[in-house]
Nanobody, 117 residues
Framework: VQLQAYGGGLVQAGGSLRLSCAASGRTLTNYDLGWFRQAPGKEREFAAGMHWRGGSSYYADSVKGRFTISRDNAKNTMYLQMNSLKPEDTAVYYC???????????WGQGTQVTVSS
């Protein structure tokens, strides 16, 4: 599976962005999906995830209630809708996919999100 993330940019605090992650090579239907982020000088951290079976989603406490992960199987694409953005959300955002439990095996190249105060 090849993943390509896009949609990042510069936005003011309180604004919104939607990130997209297009998959190729295989369909994402049977993959758990995830969004991670890495701020300058910090380790990469989990932001949002979605189970392939049932489509349940889960979030890091820092983004819960503001971010929404979704998928469009027909377009083989996953999304991260980000609302009420804060300067601390500034990071490179990565999409990822995995089959079953364990580590995410497939990663996109990252897209920069910058939130100005």
């Amino acid at each position: 599976v090849q993943l390509q993330a896009y949609g990042g940019g510069l936005v003011q605090a309180g604004g919104s962005l939607r990130l997209s992650c297009a998959a190729s090579g295989r369909t994402l239907t049977n993959y758990d999906l995830g969004w991670f982020r890495q701020a300058p000088g910090k380790e990469r951290e989990f932001a949002a995830g979605m189970h392939w079976r049932g489509g349940s989603s889960y979030y890091a406490d820092s983004v819960k209630g503001r971010f929404t992960i979704s998928r469009d199987n027909a377009k083989n694409t996953m999304y991260l809708q980000m609302n009420s953005l804060k300067p601390e959300d500034t990071a490179v955002y990565y999409c990822a996919a995995r089959q079953g439990a364990g580590q995410y095996a497939y990663w996109g190249q990252g897209t920069q999100v910058t939130v100005s105060s």
